[in-house]
C-alpha cells in the first residue's frame, strides 16, 4: 500500500507527461527532466496534458510502481506550475490528489528542534 508520511520525500512535475509511455518512459522523465533518480526513494507525481489524470511514480526496493489516477469528470485545476518539479508535503499532495488548492492549505508550522 502506498502511503505518504511526513518523512517521504514527493516531488511533483510541473510539466505534463505524455501518458503513452510506460513506467521506462516515466523513469526517463525524472531523469531528464527533473534530473532526478528515481531509485532514490521519492515519489514522484505527474499530471497528464489534458490535466484528467495523475501519475504517481515510486520504487520500493524490488521494481516499480506506477499508479494511475483518472478523473469521471473535471480536471486538476491546482497542479503546481514551478518548473522542473515542486517538493511538497504529504499533507499537501493529498489536497492536490483530491482536485484541491494545496498553496492555500494552512496548518501549523514544522516543528524544529531548538538548538
Not at 482536485?99 to 528542534?113: P, T
Request: proline share 4%; with cysteine.
Amino acid at each position: 500500500m502506498l502511503q505518504f508520511t511526513a518523512h517521504t520525500r514527493i516531488f511533483v512535475g510541473a510539466e505534463p507527461l505524455d501518458f503513452r509511455n510506460g513506467i521506462d518512459g516515466t523513469i526517463a522523465c525524472c531523469k531528464r527532466r527533473l534530473n532526478m533518480d528515481p531509485m532514490e526513494g521519492a515519489i514522484f507525481l505527474f499530471i497528464s496534458q489534458n490535466r484528467k489524470q495523475v501519475r504517481i511514480l515510486f520504487y520500493d526496493g524490488q521494481g516499480f510502481w506506477l499508479c494511475t489516477k483518472r478523473l469521471s469528470s473535471g480536471t486538476f485545476p491546482y497542479w503546481p506550475k514551478e518548473k522542473p518539479a515542486s517538493q511538497l508535503y504529504a499533507e499537501q499532495v493529498y489536497l492536490l490528489l483530491r482536485g484541491g488548492d494545496f498553496s492555500q492549505a494552512k496548518g501549523l508550522a514544522d516543528w524544529r528542534k531548538i538548538s
